[in-house]
């Protein structure tokens, strides 16, 4: 690692904070259709508030201790970008395949997309988690895609870090 890179680690707070929303609208409308279409007020008993306090409350435990034995990750160098989903292992795209960058989704399921054209320049970088998540495309690219959720970062952050970060391992700027 140089002093040029940049890195975006993971961050227990905001994993935490996203996975509470997401347990939390999961466990709502999990209760609430059935209910609904029983034709019932949903939560409208103390159970039912019991029940939604109690999932939202195992689950991000649970995904929060699972994210943390192998935590996002977010590497921009001169030589190109490292990404690590949650609990996945990692890929790495070098900027000569001129990868493009997207972000998609709102938080806290906001997703960083990145695409290469040139699918034998990109490495898998293992680490003992699941595989990263690649999907070919029918052009004959690939879409790499990884949570956003965990880092201790916003998109902008990584968007203007992504920026500079490609403009520095371009060949014709390379000192």
Request: hydrophobic share 40%; charged share 25%.
């Amino acid at each position: 690692m140089t002093s040029q890179d940049v890195v975006y680690e993971s961050s227990l707070w905001r994993t935490i904070a996203a996975t509470a929303v997401i347990a939390l609208i999961a466990a709502l409308i999990g209760g609430s259709v059935p209910a609904l279409l029983r034709g019932e007020i949903p939560y409208s008993d103390a159970d039912g508030v019991g029940f939604v306090l109690v999932f939202v409350v195992i689950f991000t435990a649970g995904s929060v201790y699972q994210d943390r034995k192998r935590p996002s990750r977010l590497r921009l160098t001169s030589e190109g970008v490292e990404l690590f989903g949650a609990r996945r292992d990692g890929v790495f795209v070098p900027w000569s395949v001129d990868p493009s960058y997207r972000f998609r989704g709102l938080w806290p399921l906001r997703r960083l997309e990145v695409s290469a054209a040139d699918e034998s320049t990109v490495v898998q970088l293992s680490r003992g988690g699941r595989p990263p998540s690649i999907r070919r495309r029918p052009d004959s690219t690939i879409r790499i895609s990884m949570p956003l959720y965990g880092l201790g970062a916003s998109a902008a952050t990584v968007r203007r870090g992504f920026s500079e970060s490609a403009r520095s391992g371009r060949p014709e700027s390379r000192r």
